[in-house]
């Protein structure tokens, strides 16, 4: 798909730690998971591939014209 509206450069401050400082915070998600606000959770893996057969059925969509429905995709 075609982005709308030219390309804008933003500067970032530099990072200080590692991945922009979320490797503490990643790290506190997988092994310290209770008092986490329930919004920053990890999603399962189902929910993951959910995620991927939206994206397959929104592809599929736009190229073929017509509605996808996941369940035409694969079988729950």
């Given at each position: ?24 915070r ?8 209770f ?42």
């Amino acid at each position: 798909m075609k982005s709308f509206g030219p390309r804008v450069k933003v500067d970032l401050p530099p990072l200080t730690e590692g991945h922009g400082g979320g490797d503490q915070r990643l790290r506190d998600l997988i092994f310290r998971p209770f008092g986490v606000p329930a919004y920053m959770h990890l999603p399962t893996s189902r929910a993951g591939a959910m995620s991927c057969l939206t994206g397959i059925a929104a592809r599929k969509s736009i190229d073929e014209r017509r509605p996808i429905r996941i369940a035409d995709l694969v079988q729950l």
